[in-house]
Each structure stands twice: as structure tokens, then as C-alpha cells.
């Protein structure tokens, strides 16, 4: 492990396998990291150590490094391999455009010896991963699969990645590249401070307030005994909310419409599903599946504040 990295919150709601979940991973920390949005085009060890990336399989040892990965061997014996996609477009801590999953790279090798180790590293970064086999396999064709989650304080910008084997006699291949197209534009234009419309319902109604970091959403909710957010306060609380955009499609307006995985951390990680229109000022929120309690089943969200 890389001297002076630390443990940090890596949250990103992301879909595996149509499953969405919430990763909290290791990163580093430098110069980079410790204030604000990463750029890509600039800061390639502040978008390494906010990535996390691991290998679905428990064979392998997972490393985090400080240097440069090994170099290709001259070797005519050195292994190969071929990485997919090489082109890939992506939300900061969210999904692969189009497919409501998280990046996944397959990685196949193929050598006159086995798979010994496998190498990513940010192109340009002072650091890399490293994925070791336990006990050096028997394979000289074999295929990998490794997934990579971008934090969502990664901003809007492109990184390539490296990524290589060596064999269990030494010799490493040439590296293929993977490029990572960032788009962090909708996350962006969610951080502040928003306040919904008056929710009225059956005589009662709610008043919910916003507050977005990153991914992360402080939900709170008032709920009064009168309509129109009048009469007496019957309630107050507090939810932990953490946003993950998967998807955006084209209302039939012409606008934006962004597919949002929400995960309530107040609720043992219960998640569900909502469409978000942006617009100047405001934006429109429905949910499907929403706790009842969080009052997300439709609402109109105006800014207050802007962060961005």
C-alpha cells in the first residue's frame, strides 16, 4: 500500500449485474484530493487515488502502489493481452452511458507462460494497481475481468489508463490503454441548497430541504397537520441520501430527463429510482418505489444556493 494513503468515503451508486449497490472504497490522498474537483485533463494521481478497482474473484492479492508499473519486456517470449472497451464514456460516481452499470473491463491474456500479475495504472499518475495471483496459474490463455468505479469528485474531463500482465517467469507484456470520458455536468448543477413546493395530501402536507454534496443529499423533512404547509408542526427529520446517475434520455419537450439511483444510508441502504427533469432554477423530481416517509413520489425542487 502507498505510504500516506488513507481510508476515504468512495460513494458512487452504481448498477452490477442490475443490481444497484453503494461502494465505499479505499483511496489515496494528495495535493489533489484533499479540496474540491479532480480534473482529469491535469491531475492524473488525484483521479487514481479516486478510483477504486478490484477483480471480481478471490485468487488474486489487490495492490495499491507508489511508482510506475513494470515495463514492457523486449523479450519475444513476453506475454500479450488485449483489453475491452478501449473508448468509454461515463457519469462521475455513477454509470457506463447507456447500460445503467458500472465499468467493467475485460482483460484477456495469452503468453507461452502463465499469468502471474496484472498492472493498471492513470497515465501519468505516481502510482498504480497491482493484481497478484496467490498461486501462479496454470493458464497461458486466460480472461479477467476488472471493475473500476469513478468517485464522484472526479469532474468532467478525460483519463487513459494502462493496463499490462507478466508472466510467472518475469516478462511483461505491452500495455493496452483503456480512455475514460468524464461527465460530471448534472452533479455539478444538483450541488447546493434546493427547497421543494408546498407537498400537500389527505389535509396534510411536507416541506423538504435539500442539501447536495458530491453525491450525497441531506434530506429534511417537515410535516405539518394543515394543507399548504400551514398548521402545526407535527414532525421533523433528517434523511441520508446518496445519488447515483445512471442513465439520461430526451423528454418529449425536448429536455433532459437523468435516471437516478438514490440510496437512503438511514434506512439500512435501502435504494430506489427516480427521473429528474433539470431546468433554470428548479428541478422536477419523480421517484418510483420511494419510502413513503421521504415524500419523493413527485415533487418541484427550487435553488436556493448554488455551490457549483
Same mark, same amino acid.
Given at each position: ?12 451508486t ?7 449497490? /453503494?461502494?465505499? +472504497?479505499?483511496?489515496?490522498?494528495? @495535493? ?22 478490484? %477483480? ?9 502502489r ?5 515495463? %514492457?519486456?523486449?523479450?519475444?517470449n513476453?506475454?500479450?493481452? @488485449? ?20 465499468l ?12 502471474? /500479475? ?11 494497481? @497491482? ?13 479477467? @475481468? ?38 460530471? +455536468? ?9 427547497? /421543494? ?57 425536448? +429536455? ?21 427533469v ?16 421521504l415524500?419523493? /413520489? ?11
Open positions: 500500500m502507498v505510504g500516506g494513503i488513507k481510508m476515504k468515503n468512495f460513494f458512487g452504481l448498477a452490477f449485474g442490475g443490481v444497484a449497490i /453503494s461502494l465505499i +472504497g479505499c483511496g489515496g490522498e494528495d @495535493e489533489s484530493t484533499n479540496v474540491g474537483i479532480v480534473d482529469p485533463g491535469t491531475q492524473p494521481t488525484g483521479v487514481s487515488s479516486s478510483l477504486i478497482v478490484y %477483480m471480481e474473484r478471490n485468487d488474486f492479492d489487490e495492490d495499491r507508489a511508482g510506475s508499473a513494470p515495463s %514492457m519486456s523486449m523479450s519475444p513476453a506475454p500479450a493481452i @488485449e483489453v475491452s472497451p478501449n473508448e468509454v464514456d461515463v457519469y462521475s460516481g455513477g454509470a457506463v452511458k447507456g447500460t445503467r452499470e458500472g467493467r473491463i475485460t482483460v484477456d491474456y495469452s503468453g507461452i507462460n502463465a499469468l502471474d /500479475s496484472l498492472f493498471l495504472q492513470v497515465i501519468g499518475a505516481s502510482e498504480y494497481f @497491482e493484481f497478484g495471483a496467490q498461486e501462479n496459474s496454470q493458464n497461458s490463455v486466460e480472461q479477467l @475481468e476488472l471493475v473500476v468505479g469513478v468517485d464522484s469528485n472526479v469532474g468532467t474531463g478525460r483519463f487513459c489508463m494502462d493496463i499490462s500482465a507478466s508472466d510467472n517467469q518475469g516478462a511483461v507484456s505491452e500495455p493496452d490503454q483503456v480512455c475514460v470520458d468524464v461527465d460530471r +455536468g448534472f452533479l455539478d448543477y444538483l450541488e447546493g441548497e434546493w427547497k /421543494s413546493d408546498c407537498i400537500s395530501s389527505g389535509g396534510r402536507s411536507d416541506l423538504i430541504e435539500w442539501s447536495v454534496d458530491l453525491t450525497d443529499a441531506t434530506h429534511d423533512i417537515t410535516k405539518f397537520d394543515g394543507p399548504n404547509c400551514t398548521g402545526t408542526i407535527e414532525d421533523q427529520y433528517t434523511r441520508q441520501l446518496n445519488l447515483g446517475v445512471q442513465d439520461e434520455s430526451t423528454s418529449g419537450s425536448g +429536455g433532459l430527463v437523468y435516471e437516478v439511483n438514490v440510496v437512503d444510508f438511514t434506512e439500512s441502504n435501502a435504494y430506489f429510482f427516480c427521473e429528474i433539470p431546468n433554470s432554477g428548479y428541478f422536477d423530481i419523480r421517484c418510483t418505489d420511494a419510502p413513503d416517509n415524500s419523493l /413520489s413527485e415533487a418541484r425542487f427550487s435553488l436556493v444556493s448554488s455551490d457549483s
